[in-house]
């Protein structure tokens, strides 16, 4: 059954459609459009109650948040494309570990910049630089911290690429391409090398190439 995504030009989204193709999974896109404040809809609100992107629709089963929704089709077709979870218990724990570093360490900097830099008229946000500032200082601490992680393992999650490493595609590729803010990425050259790795598979080249984010 193909597996319907909801607002695909969305960074979070963008996590879930390169896990799905990672495990060689067909799906459908159905764009929400946020700008529009088509996510705060009564009927899409039937599907997300907190009226935010990504949903997915599997046959009767819907799922939202983004990691756990790769979290889910990560472990149901654990034996199809890629593994993405570890193959052991050990492995699974510290891809787990990872994924919760990027949710609560990077992402909240990351995305605090990103609104305060790139997207804060679509948001109604008023921009303030003095925020972007101290994101970007609380985003060089984590990154220092990738640093070291990286230059003692290939991946964050092991020697592995994982969904750990899938949810940092979306924010960096914002902070690296669209931000011109890439040298938090290319000062350290583990974390850069990592970046040039995981933003050259061609799961994530599809993503970005067929949605384009709305800036």
């Not at 929704?69 to 979870?85: F, W």
């Not at 609104?115 to 994101?135: M, N, Q, R």
Request: hydrophobic share 35%; glycine share 6%; charged share 25%.
């Amino acid at each position: 059954m193909v597996v319907k995504v909801y607002g695909p030009h969305c960074a979070s989204t963008k996590r879930v459609l390169v896990c799905l193709i990672e495990k060689e999974l067909e799906f459908e896109v159905i764009p929400v459009d946020l700008t529009k404040g088509e996510q705060k809809n009564p009927d899409f609100l039937k599907l997300q109650p907190f009226g935010v992107v990504p949903v997915i629709q599997d046959g009767d089963y819907t799922l939202y948040e983004s990691r756990a929704i790769m979290r889910y089709y990560a472990d149901k077709y654990r034996s199809q494309g890629v593994e993405l979870l570890g193959r052991t218990a050990e492995e699974r724990g510290v891809v787990e570990q990872w994924l919760e570093v990027e949710a609560h360490n990077f992402h909240p900097p990351a995305y605090d910049l990103c609104v305060h830099v790139l997207f804060g008229p679509l948001l109604g946000i008023t921009p303030d630089p003095k925020v972007a500032e101290e994101s970007e200082a609380k985003l060089v601490k984590v990154l220092d911290i990738y640093e070291q992680r990286l230059s003692q393992s290939k991946y964050l999650g092991g020697d592995f690429f994982s969904v750990a490493d899938v949810s940092h595609l979306p924010f960096t590729d914002y902070i690296v391409n669209k931000m011109k803010k890439g040298y938090l990425i290319k000062e350290r050259k583990h974390v850069s090398g990592w970046w040039d790795d995981i933003s050259s598979r061609p799961s994530w080249k599809k993503v970005i190439e067929l949605y384009q984010p709305p800036i």
